[in-house]
């Protein structure tokens, strides 16, 4: 993560900061997961948005007892 102050407000006063005089941190963070990457992350208002991907999860699915689950109403757990 890297932050850079580009302007100070104080009791509703702007101050922007020159680019030459911008401050510049560096924030390590966790690693993420296994298999999930970070694919976009954007300041919107005030708030940190970000997407990630998650990989893809199969899963073998017993059509007998899907067909059962459906005709009782009931609920087929998968995985």
């Given at each position: 993560?890297?932050?850079?102050?580009?302007?100070?407000?104080?009791?509703?006063?702007?101050?922007?900061?020159?680019?030459?005089?911008?401050?510049?941190?560096?924030?390590?963070?966790?690693?993420?997961?296994?298999?999930?990457?970070?694919?976009?992350?954007?300041?919107?208002?005030g708030t940190v948005t970000f997407r990630l991907a998650?990989?893809?999860?199969?899963?073998?699915?017993?059509?007998?007892?899907?067909?059962?689950?459906?005709?009782?109403?009931?609920?087929?757990?998968?995985?």
């Open positions: 993560l890297e932050l850079v102050l580009r302007a100070a407000r104080w009791r509703g006063r702007e101050m922007r900061i020159p680019r030459w005089l911008r401050l510049t941190r560096t924030q390590p963070l966790p690693e993420l997961p296994d298999g999930v990457e970070l694919l976009d992350a954007h300041l919107s208002g998650l990989p893809g999860a199969t899963s073998q699915l017993d059509v007998g007892r899907l067909r059962d689950a459906v005709v009782r109403g009931g609920v087929v757990l998968i995985g």
